[in-house]
């Protein structure tokens, strides 16, 4: 089965809802600048986890969620 990670709204403004599929919790989820600077870091403990993006500039990014020797990047937005 292939994980996905939904991130909505994407564009965001000020916070990201991250879907994730039971097979990624406990799973890490990192905000990383396309430069690949990392922002911040949570754990997938729930389907559904908020992450404020209020700080951030507009602009590109992407979260990468890495469990086990699994990872899945998936790029968002962040408008102002």
């Given at each position: 089965e292939e994980v996905h990670l939904t991130v909505v709204p994407n564009p965001a403004a000020t916070s990201i809802a991250i879907l994730l599929p039971d097979a990624a919790?406990?799973?890490t989820l990192e905000l990383l600048s396309t430069t690949g600077a990392l922002l911040a870091t949570i754990e997938a403990t729930t389907s559904q986890q908020e992450m404020d993006v209020s700080a951030l500039n507009?602009?590109?990014?992407?979260?990468?969620?890495t469990?086990?020797?699994?990872?899945?990047?998936t790029p968002f937005?962040?408008?102002?």
């Open positions: 919790l406990g799973g507009a602009g590109h990014y992407l979260l990468r969620l469990k086990g020797d699994e990872m899945i990047i937005v962040v408008e102002r």
